[in-house]
T-cell receptor, first 118, second 115 residues
Framework: GAGVSQSPSNKVTEKGKDVELRCDPISGHTALYWYRQSLGQGLEFLIYFQGNSAPDKSGLPSDRFSAERTGGSVSTLTIQRTQQEDSAVYLC????????????????FGPGTRLTVL | AQKVTQAQTEISVVEKEDVTLDCVYETRDTTYYLFWYKQPPSGELVFLIRRNSFDEQNEISGRYSWNFQKSTSSFNFTITASQVVDSAVYFCALREGGGADGLTFGKGTHLIIQP
């Protein structure tokens, strides 16, 4: 079956503009995660969704970052008033469930969106 | 707070040599999960293995093996008879049992297999 897909694959924007990054998880996966990968910071966890709810938003770098998920499927990560330090690869992952216990599933990653802020 | 340390930034070996990638973790939780991911030049993170904190059995999958030792908080990864296709960045990651479900990643080890 299809894996996690992300769009666009590359995005170049000017400082101060807003951008939207999209993630389409594996069908049937209820949990969805956003990460950021940059040279300076490595791989950072941003936020996760169980269904349409995001229980913990503390990983978002600033209030310019927001994310939503509708219908328990597609998620959008929005960055407002982009800054040059936002340049990074934004990775999305999904898993069967984020629930407790031994059945917590491994996360499968998409190809990422490379964001460049000029 | 949890932390994952991969002290080896880059390792270069000749094909067919064995190589071990080190991973040391810190957590206060008694229940946690450890992972290894591979990131080839194409960029996509590929899941390799998950280990639960209550299962210290070592695991072997083909040329790959993992050594989990709670006493030293380590979860090392060995590739036997390395191949050029094993060249990639390898990440060790931790997820605590009671916290948010995001993974805490190490900085990664860039493995170069020379022909």
């Amino acid at each position: 079956g299809a894996g996690v897909s992300q769009s666009p694959s590359n995005k170049v924007t000017e400082k101060g503009k807003d951008v939207e990054l999209r993630c389409d998880p594996i069908s049937g996966h209820t949990a969805l995660y956003w990460y950021r990968q940059s040279l300076g910071q490595g791989l950072e966890f941003l936020i996760y969704f169980q269904g349409n709810s995001a229980p913990d938003k503390s990983g978002l770098p600033s209030d310019r970052f927001s994310a939503e998920r509708t219908g328990g499927s597609v998620s959008t990560l929005t960055i407002q008033r982009t800054q040059q330090e936002d340049s990074a690869v934004y990775l999305c992952a999904s898993s069967l469930s984020a629930g407790t216990g031994v059945t917590r599933g491994e996360q499968f990653f998409g190809p990422g969106t490379r964001l460049t802020v000029l | 707070a949890q932390k994952v340390t991969q002290a080896q930034t880059e390792i270069s070996v000749v094909e067919k040599e064995d190589v071990t990638l080190d991973c040391v973790y810190e957590t206060r939780d008694t229940t946690y999960y450890l992972f290894w991911y591979k990131q080839p030049p194409s960029g996509e993170l590929v899941f390799l293995i998950r280990r639960n904190s209550f299962d210290e059995q070592n695991e072997i999958s083909g040329r790959y093996s993992w050594n989990f030792q709670k006493s030293t908080s380590s979860f090392n990864f060995t590739i036997t008879a390395s191949q050029v296709v094993d060249s990639a960045v390898y990440f060790c990651a931790l997820r605590e049992g009671g916290g948010a479900d995001g993974l805490t990643f190490g900085k990664g080890t860039h493995l170069i297999i020379q022909p």
